[in-house]
């Protein structure tokens, strides 16, 4: 019996172990903890952080580009495609989403609901009412698009960068490392082998001179693993909002009359540009960018080909 019990002993504390050792040094975001640059917004679930970018011609006030960001990275993200943006003269808009970055990690569920409508909030409270120009990276593509479906009025243009929604036999879902308490377990203790500390690029570099390199990368993607909040955000998504298959709202979005633009790498690990042609079938009007070996990281390892394809789409609109 003895042995028995201290087998079992061992075998707790080598479980409880290195989830105590991961999780006890982690603290709530205060706010001065938050950049001075950008600004905290009080929504229904908490405060977002967010930075409005002022560009300096004419007419910019009325011409928003609202960059919304995909599952772990937070806004940095768009760093090396912002002066594009603003030189092509347009105000851009970017923020964090809950649980990312420096915006509070509120305990609730992180559904697709989440996303639209804390996106409709942001831009109420900034007083942004006249149609914005969205644009979404990986899962900020079906983010925008699910709002635009459901505020065809609040948007002018839909742009999304390697989005997702096109994936098959996915059943992370349904995996056991998402279910209750083992889920929080394993993605505290192994979450650098699920959302890639060291492996969120697919590339480790970039010669394009406004890429985000991989030492900048990695030192802004840790900052928000300080906090307390960031792996339960991450694991609350896969289980709440359904990334591998948002065909339907596809197809809704191209039965619209909003012009969308599409740039996808040909050599994506992720979200593989074979869904480039089926997201074409389901919004025929679309534009699509193909960038010739490009990889999932595109909007920060080849912002000089992503960037001004995009301002040319929206000065045609």
Not at 93 to 114: F, Q
Not at 126 to 149: K, Q, R, T
């Amino acid at each position: 019996m003895y042995i028995i019990f201290l087998i079992f002993s061992v075998s707790l504390l080598c479980i409880v172990i290195p989830y105590f050792f991961k999780t006890l040094p982690l603290k709530d975001i205060k706010e001065e903890e938050v950049p001075k640059e950008g600004n905290l917004v009080k929504l229904s679930n908490g405060n977002l952080y967010y930075k409005l970018h002022e560009s300096k011609h004419r007419g910019a006030s009325k011409k928003i580009i609202v960059l919304v960001h995909g599952f772990s990275t937070p806004s940095f993200v768009w760093n090396g495609m912002l002066n594009f943006l603003l030189d092509g003269g347009y105000s851009v808009l970017v923020y964090d989403h809950y649980g990312r970055g420096y915006s509070d990690r509120p305990r609730i569920k992180y559904n697709k609901e989440l996303y639209v409508e804390s996106l409709k909030e942001l831009l109420n409270n900034l007083g942004l009412e006249e149609p914005v120009n969205l644009v979404g990276y990986s899962m900020g593509g079906p983010i925008v698009g699910y709002f635009a479906d459901k505020y065809p009025e609040r948007v002018k243009t839909v742009s999304m960068i390697a989005p997702a929604g096109f994936m098959q036999n996915i059943s992370l879902p349904n995996n056991w490392i998402t279910k209750p308490i083992i889920g929080e377990w394993f993605w505290h203790v192994f979450g650098n082998r699920i959302y890639g500390i060291g492996q969120m690029s697919e590339t480790s570099y970039s010669d394009d001179q406004f890429s985000i390199n991989q030492e900048e990368f990695l030192i802004n993607f840790k900052k928000q693993l300080a906090f307390s909040g960031f792996v339960e955000s991450l694991l609350s998504t896969v289980r709440n909002f359904n990334l591998f298959d948002t065909r339907k709202m596809y197809s809704n979005l191209g039965k619209k009359k909003i012009p969308v633009f599409v740039a996808w790498g040909t050599k994506d690990g992720v979200v593989s540009y074979e869904g480039s042609k089926e997201l074409l079938e389901r919004i025929p009007t679309a534009k699509l960018l193909t960038i010739e070996g490009g990889t999932h990281d595109i909007t920060y390892r080849q912002p000089s080909q992503v960037a001004p394809a995009l301002v040319g789409f929206l000065s045609d609109h």
